[in-house]
C-alpha cells in the first residue's frame, strides 16, 4: 500500500525568505504526486502535480516542487515567502499500478510565515 | 468557489443518532470522492464513486453508508454516531475515475456530543 509522510507538523519562516516543505513517499512503481493547500475553513486547493518529465514542477502563487526518484521525495518550494502563504500543506501520492487512483494524503504541514 | 457544494456546513448532533452530508459536485465531474479529516487521522479516504456506482472503498465504518444519485450528486449517511466520529468530512470531485485532480468542497464539519 502507498504512503505518504510529511515529518514536519509545522514550518516556521521569515517572510521574504525560502521555504521548503518536505514531503516522501512509499509506492510501489512510478506515482503520480500532488501538492493541496488548505487555508482555515477551507477545502483542500490544487496546488501542482508531477506525472512524468521534468522533475522540477511549477505550479500557482509561485510555488514548485523537485521530483527525487532515488530519494522518494516530493519537497515543496518557494523562493520567497509571504505573510498570505501561511496554511496547511498536504502532499498526495497516486500510484500508476493497481488501477484504483484514490489518492493518498500526508498527514500535512502546518506552513507559518511571520512578518 | 470551487463548485463542490456541500451541505450543512455545520452540524451538531447526540450520540447514536444518524445524520446524512450532501455533496454536489463541480458541473461535469462525473466521479465523487469522500475523505474525512480529523487532527489524530489526518485525511482519510472513506468511498469513490464513479457515474452511479461505487468504485472504491477506503476505511469507511460499517456504520456509514454512501450513494451516488442519477444527477450525480451524492450523500453520505453516518448512523449510530460516536463521539469518535466529531471530524470534518470532505467531498472532492474530478471529471474522470483515474488518476486526477481533485476538487474539494468546503466540508462538513460534524460534532458529536
Known amino acids: 500500500a502507498q504512503s505518504v509522510a510529511q515529518p514536519e507538523d509545522q514550518v516556521n519562516v521569515a517572510e521574504g525568505n525560502p521555504l521548503t516543505v518536505k514531503c516522501t513517499y512509499s509506492?510501489?512503481?512510478?506515482?503520480?504526486l500532488f501538492w493541496y493547500v488548505q487555508y482555515p475553513n477551507r477545502g483542500l486547493q490544487f496546488l501542482l502535480k508531477?506525472?512524468?518529465?521534468?522533475?522540477l514542477v511549477k505550479g500557482s502563487y509561485g510555488f514548485e516542487a523537485e521530483f527525487n526518484k532515488s530519494q522518494t521525495s516530493f519537497h515543496l518550494k518557494k523562493p520567497s515567502a509571504l505573510v498570505s502563504d501561511s496554511a496547511l500543506y498536504f502532499c498526495a501520492v497516486i500510484p500508476l499500478e493497481g488501477g484504483s487512483y484514490i489518492p493518498t494524503f500526508g498527514r500535512g504541514t502546518s506552513l507559518i510565515v511571520h512578518p | 468557489d470551487s463548485g463542490v457544494t456541500q451541505t450543512p456546513k455545520h452540524l451538531i448532533t447526540a450520540t447514536g443518532q444518524r445524520v446524512t452530508l450532501r455533496c454536489s459536485p463541480r458541473s461535469g465531474d462525473l466521479s465523487v470522492y469522500w475523505y474525512q479529516q480529523s487532527l489524530d487521522q489526518g485525511l482519510q479516504f472513506l468511498i469513490q464513486y464513479y457515474n452511479g456506482e461505487e468504485r472504491a472503498k477506503g476505511n469507511i465504518l460499517e456504520r456509514f453508508s454512501a450513494q451516488q444519485f442519477p444527477d450525480l450528486h451524492s450523500e453520505l449517511n453516518l448512523s449510530s454516531l460516536e463521539l469518535g466520529d466529531s471530524a470534518l468530512y470532505f467531498c472532492a470531485s474530478s471529471q474522470f475515475r483515474g488518476a486526477n485532480v481533485l476538487t474539494f468542497g468546503a466540508g462538513s464539519r460534524l460534532t458529536v456530543l
Open positions: 508531477y506525472i512524468t518529465g521534468d522533475n
Open positions: 509506492v510501489s512503481g512510478n506515482p503520480y
